[in-house]
């Protein structure tokens, strides 16, 4: 199943439980679809939008329990019904792909969280639902691995969003480094682009940091593969440090031998 562009799902795991399968593609395409109807192609902004509002009424179809229902949402409905799936994770995530249509800059890192807590977190909330480990506890761990996964992706593809005209770095931050958003990449900024990567590079290390207590509390497949989440996560900061945090040039990404280590590492993780 490909999962080239939705980074934060983690469906292509040899790891997944084969009871979970269907549940997982099911989200997943969900997800992924309306993902590339806000992302991908040549629609107008207002077609985007048009496609996303009939995602979110058939969500309200399911919810209600009427009306016909395209081949996906009928998948989707049963996983919800079976699993007791909230309904907030879903809609949360159609509000970040709208937002992905309209908004290309954030002023703060507050605001940059906020896209986090719909675009990437309701993933974890819902892994967390199908695993029937969805406590407090492990919601809020869960909630800063993904938000660090998503200011992880978005460092690593700065360049890549920069050709798209969006900037995932807050404004409050170019600012505070004195990189003006139209010279990123400019050799006269490269002195400060570093700097601020750091900064943004130990602020996303820290958060992930915070929720990996989480990797060591749930048991088995499920805890093993969100210890290679959080390890890989971490290896690919490693990687913006190796090239001296010049994503432009040369855009970090995990290596066949990169994943011997985050294997190893995930193996040896211990609290604190």
């Known amino acids: 199943m490909p999962v080239e562009h939705y980074e934060n799902f983690p469906v292509a795991s040899l790891l997944l439980p084969k009871r979970l399968i269907p549940a997982v593609e099911a989200i997943y395409a969900f997800a992924r679809s309306a993902d ?50 909230p309904f907030k994770p879903f809609h ?12 290309t800059r954030y002023q703060t890192y507050e605001a940059l969280l906020d896209y986090c807590a719909r675009s990437a977190n309701p993933v974890g909330l819902l892994m967390l639902h199908l695993y029937g480990a969805a406590s407090d506890e492990n919601v809020r761990d869960s909630n800063a691995i993904c938000s660090a996964l998503q200011l992880i992706n978005f460092l690593q593809d ?87 945090h010049d994503v432009f040039r040369r855009r970090p990404k995990l290596a066949r031998l990169d994943w011997l280590k985050v294997f190893w590492r995930a193996l040896r993780m211990r609290r604190g």
């Open 92 to 103: 949360d995530l159609l509000s970040a792909f709208r937002q992905d249509i309209v908004v």
């Open 158 to 244: 700065v360049a890549i969003d920069e050709t798209k005209e969006r900037i995932y770095l807050p404004m409050e931050d170019l600012a505070r480094f004195a990189v003006p958003p139209a010279q990123m990449a400019a050799p006269e900024a490269r002195g400060k682009w570093r700097a601020l990567m750091r900064f943004e590079v130990q602020r996303a290390r820290a958060l992930m940091l915070s929720g990996a207590p989480l990797a060591l509390r749930l048991p088995g497949r499920i805890g093993l593969e969100l210890r290679l989440v959080v390890q890989g996560g971490l290896r690919i900061l490693e990687a913006i440090e190796e090239v001296d």
């Open 36 to 85: 590339d109807i806000a992302d991908e192609g040549d629609a107008t902004p207002e077609q985007r939008l048009a496609a996303l509002h009939e995602y979110e009424a058939a969500l309200v179809h399911i919810e209600l329990g009427r009306g016909a229902l395209p081949p996906l949402f009928q998948r989707l409905a049963g996983v919800i019904r079976e699993y007791d799936l």
